[in-house]
């Protein structure tokens, strides 16, 4: 869950809390990613989360692991990083579609 919290950090940018001076800020870092190489991340850490949720309730149903809350645990992050995939992708088809309806 700490790399989608790292993923959306990277996507809102630095956070400036204090500034010392007008052209720099204390501790900001620049990210040169593309907006496509952050979704592309994001992309593959809910995939990772999904895998790993997957080999954990296999290994509960299989009996080779007794932790079932870990399981659930994990299948909850995979879903909520799913849902927050899907809510993501719902904005940016709205933003294309209103963009495309703008008279230029």
């Known amino acids: ?6 993923l959306i950090q990277s996507i809102q940018g ?4 204090k500034k010392t001076n007008p ?3 204390e501790g900001a870092t620049v990210s040169n990613k593309s907006f496509g190489d952050t979704m592309s991340d994001f992309l593959n850490v809910v995939n990772s989360n999904s895998i790993e949720a997957g080999k954990q309730v296999t290994d ?6 007794d932790s079932l ?3 659930m645990i994990s299948m909850e992050e995979s ?3 799913f849902q927050l995939m899907l ?5 940016l088809l ?3 579609q209103e963009i495309s309806r703008m008279q230029v």
């Not at 630095?14 to 809390?17: A, G, K, N, V």
């Open 94 to 96: 709205e933003s294309y």
């Open 23 to 25: 052209t720099q800020s």
């Open 60 to 65: 509960v149903v299989q009996g080779n692991s």
């Open 69 to 71: 809350a870990q399981a």
């Open 14 to 17: 630095p956070q400036q809390t």
């Open 87 to 91: 809510e993501i992708r719902t904005k």
């Open 1 to 6: 869950m700490t790399q989608i919290h790292d």
């Open 79 to 81: 879903k909520m990083s």
